[in-house]
């Protein structure tokens, strides 16, 4: 069974920016193409960014050019980069894959950005 662990998140101000980092028990990163995702209370959770084989990436409109994702195959790790951030982007965030049946999901990184 896979487990992914999220960090990195916490509290920063409006144009800030944080890293975040999930991790697995299992080296899922080398064959599977993974996102993340985020979600506010009484809201579904929603797509922000993947990366598939060739490291090809894909955004949501509303992070496109502020967010940035990427991967260490070696490490089994995926990364978010998230700049110029907004009150907007305040969120758990989640990895799961892209696409398929989705891993058990984590509990997540608190994400707070205030204004």
């Known amino acids: 069974q896979v487990h992914l662990m999220e960090s990195g998140g916490g509290l920063v101000q409006a144009g800030g920016s944080l890293k975040l980092s999930c991790t697995a028990s299992g080296s899922i990163f080398r064959t599977n193409g993974m996102a993340w995702y985020r979600q506010t209370p009484g809201k579904q959770r929603e797509f922000v960014a993947s990366?598939?084989?060739?490291?090809?990436?894909n955004y949501a409109d509303s992070v496109k050019g502020r967010f940035t994702i990427s991967r260490d195959i070696a490490k089994n790790t995926m990364y978010l980069e998230m700049n110029s951030l907004t009150p907007e982007d305040t969120a758990v965030y989640y990895c799961?894959?892209?696409?398929?049946?989705?891993?058990?999901w984590g509990q997540g990184t608190q994400v707070t950005v205030s204004s």
């Open positions: 990366i598939r084989s060739g490291d090809v990436t």
């Open positions: 799961n894959k892209w696409a398929g049946t989705y891993y058990e």
